[in-house]
């Protein structure tokens, strides 16, 4: 055994003789930041993460504890226990060894690329963004990520999980007088693939495309949602689905399971299993198998996201969602939002749209609220689509309405999926009637 492991052992040995159920969790973690400002490289950093948390369920409340780096396991577990006082009452049980699936989620080479390469990416997207547009203010990060996570408890469970990430985030913004055009895109996994270049390409088309000017008048319309637009209509499923607001009986689907409330045509995974995807994992943040589950199955809702707290106060059991940082006790979280293709070509449904928009992105993601479905957000990013083609930026615009109520009639998705913000793989929704108000002369 390993010294690291052998200290995890003392702790929990220790934390068991003074709870009822007792968990320890470690993280090791390794992450170099590379930024480029205006088109320049401006920082390098490397940082590394070490800490260790406790949770322990004494006379049925939960303590908690945490540090950075390693600590001496008798202060550490009294801090554990004394906080336990003052914890919620719950009667969840901590789950024991259980088999898990294999997942690909680690790629041991990651770590072995060297600082010049990164370097040479960020250079790579910036020239290619600039043959977009030369005048336009270009930033990137690169974020290159190695960690490990290893959770034992009383039960027997004993977890030990390696990932990789490898982030790219693109932004641009352009000033023309009173015209501002910011936009921006990503790329992620668990290796250095060429998925960058692919973003880059996205984002190109999105600069020259805004080069040319549209109009728009306020009524309701056929919408487009790019897979990054498609976010505004996304959230608010997201939170209703969520355990903690089905618990607290502030998701207005907490009593709906098995209903039909989408478009026959919405089927929407939540899938740890993915393999090459940061967001990938055998097991989650409690030590509970991960696996694909079905939230809305052909427009039914089929599944909550459960970590083991949510899941023992709606008296069922966890599907595995337990997400954690060291310095928090776990919370439900989706791993990676997957929604099925649809069966026509993007240029395709664009053909059929005789007057609507293609919206990109909105400001003010989430604000308002959300829970209910409803949104009122001005068009960050979005192109008007006349007679089947696109032909210009358009700018004044917001989008209001209910997300449950639009989704009930889909106009179509998308053949074509893309990964958003490193785990929503999305298709273009095309929704035929959408508020849309101008807001600017």
């Known amino acids: 055994m390993s010294a690291q492991n052998q200290h995890l052992e003392d702790l929990l040995s220790a934390l068991s003789r003074k709870a009822e159920q007792a968990e320890v969790f470690a993280v090791e973690s390794e992450s170099t930041s ?17 800490g260790i948390a406790l949770r322990g369920l004494v006379n049925g409340r939960v303590g908690f504890t945490a540090t950075s780096g390693s600590a001496d396991p008798e202060p550490l577990v009294e801090r554990a226990v004394a906080s336990a006082r003052f914890g919620e009452p719950v009667s969840l049980a901590l789950p024991g060894a259980l088999p898990g699936r294999s997942v690909s989620a680690w790629d041991a080479s990651l770590a072995e690329v060297p600082l010049d390469r990164l370097v040479e990416v960020g250079r790579e997207v910036i020239a290619r963004l600039r043959e977009a547009d030369p005048s336009a203010k270009i930033d990137v990060d690169i974020e290159r990520t190695n960690m490990r996570a290893t959770l034992c408890n009383s039960a027997g469970a004993h977890v030990d999980q390696q990932a990789s990430a490898f982030h790219v985030v693109m932004s641009v913004e352009r000033l023309r007088g009173d015209d501002v055009l910011m936009a921006h895109d990503s790329a992620s996994s668990t290796s250095l693939t060429e998925d960058y270049r692919e973003a880059a390409e996205r984002l190109a088309w999105r600069i020259a495309t805004a080069d040319r000017s549209a109009e728009a008048d306020s009524g309701q319309m056929p919408v487009l949602f790019t897979p990054a637009g498609s976010m505004v209509l996304l959230l608010p499923l997201l939170m209703a689905v969520n355990g903690q607001n089905v618990q607290r009986g502030t998701s207005p689907l907490a009593d709906r399971a098995g209903e039909q409330i989408l478009d026959t045509r919405f089927t929407l995974w939540d899938d740890p299993t993915v393999p090459g995807r940061p967001a990938s994992a055998a097991y989650d943040d409690e030590g509970v198998p991960c696996y694909r589950k079905a939230l809305f199955r052909q427009g039914v809702l089929e599944s909550f996201l459960l970590d083991l707290k949510t899941a023992a106060l709606l008296g069922t059991a966890s599907t595995g969602n337990g997400a954690r940082g060291l310095f928090s006790l776990p919370t439900p979280s989706a791993a990676n939002l997957v929604m099925d293709a649809g069966e026509r070509p993007l240029e395709d449904m664009i053909s059929d749209v005789e007057r609507g928009l293609l919206v990109d992105s909105v400001l003010g993601l989430g604000q308002g609220n959300p829970l209910s479905g409803a949104f009122s957000n001005p068009v960050g990013l979005a192109y008007v689509i006349e007679h089947g083609e696109i032909t210009g930026r358009v ?13 009930r009639t889909i106009g179509g998705t998308s053949v074509e999926r ?13 929704l035929p009637k959408v508020d849309v108000v101008r807001s600017k002369a």
């Not at 480029?36 to 490397?46: I, N, Y």
């Not at 700018?395 to 989704?407: F, R």
């Not at 893309?418 to 095309?430: A, E, K, N, S, T």
């Open 34 to 50: 590379i930024s480029f400002e205006a088109g320049e490289l401006k920082s390098s950093l490397v940082e590394e993460t070490r």
């Open 418 to 430: 893309q990964w958003v913000r490193g785990r929503y793989l999305l298709p273009h929704i095309l």
């Open 395 to 407: 700018e004044g615009l917001s989008l209001a309405g209910n997300v449950y109520e639009l989704l």
